[in-house]
Structure formats: C-alpha cells, structure tokens
Nanobody
Framework: QSHLVESGGGLVQPGGSLRLSCAAS????????IGWFRQAPGKEREGISC???????YYRDSVKGRFTISRDNAKNTVYLQMNSLKPEDTAVYYC?????????????????WGQGTQVTVSS
C-alpha cells in the first residue's frame, strides 16, 4: 500500500533547527510534487513548502529564508530543513504527494499523506 512516512520532529528551542524527512513506501517519488503542510491546534492546515519533480521549490512567505525543501530521488525521500525556528512554528507537520505542482498550497489536492510528526518550539 502506497503511503508516506515523516520523521525528524521533536522539541527544539527558539532559534534552533530541525530536519524533517518524508520517505515514500510503495511508490516512487520521482514524478511527484511533494508538499509540506502543518497544522497547529485550533488552526487550519496550511501549506508551507513544495518541490516539484524538476526540483523547483515553493515556500509560504512566513518560512522563506528559514526553511529549505530538497529531494533525494535515490533515497525516495524529501527533506525539510528548518532553521531559526520560532514558537509559532509549533505544529504537526505532514508531507503529501501529488502529480502536478499546480496550487501546491491546497491540501485537498494531494493523493498521498503521511501520518504527521510533531514539532514543538519552546524554551
């Protein structure tokens, strides 16, 4: 069965860094756009970054310059490097896959999802 698995979340102090991983199982990521989303308690799920099959990247304004998305097709994995983390980055982070990158921030358009990984930024 095709699905995604996130890892790398945890507790970090403000200003710290984390790297999230999104590994695919049951299918190859090569031809998919991979998006990262997050959802904080009481808030809507929001798209924060996406990378298409050609390696082009997209970011939500609030994370530009702090987060970097990348992919390693040989490992069938996409990464989200998060630097200069802030308390408002606290959320459950999800990765998702779909064929086309159009409207990458709309979570309802994705075909495959991971189970999420918790990121908590707190002193």
């Amino acid at each position: 069965q095709s699905h995604l698995v996130e890892s790398g979340g945890g507790l970090v102090q403000p200003g710290g860094s984390l790297r999230l991983s999104c590994a695919a199982s049951g299918f190859t990521l090569d031809y998919y756009a991979i998006g990262w989303f997050r959802q904080a308690p009481g808030k809507e799920r929001e798209g924060i970054s996406c990378i298409n099959s050609a390696g082009e990247t997209y970011y939500r304004d609030s994370v530009k310059g702090r987060f970097t998305i990348s992919r390693d097709n040989a490992k069938n994995t996409v990464y989200l490097q998060m630097n200069s983390l802030k308390p408002e980055d606290t959320a459950v982070y999800y990765c998702a896959a779909k064929r086309r990158v159009t409207n990458w921030w709309r979570w309802g358009l994705y075909d495959y999802w991971g189970q999420g990984t918790q990121v908590t930024v707190s002193s």
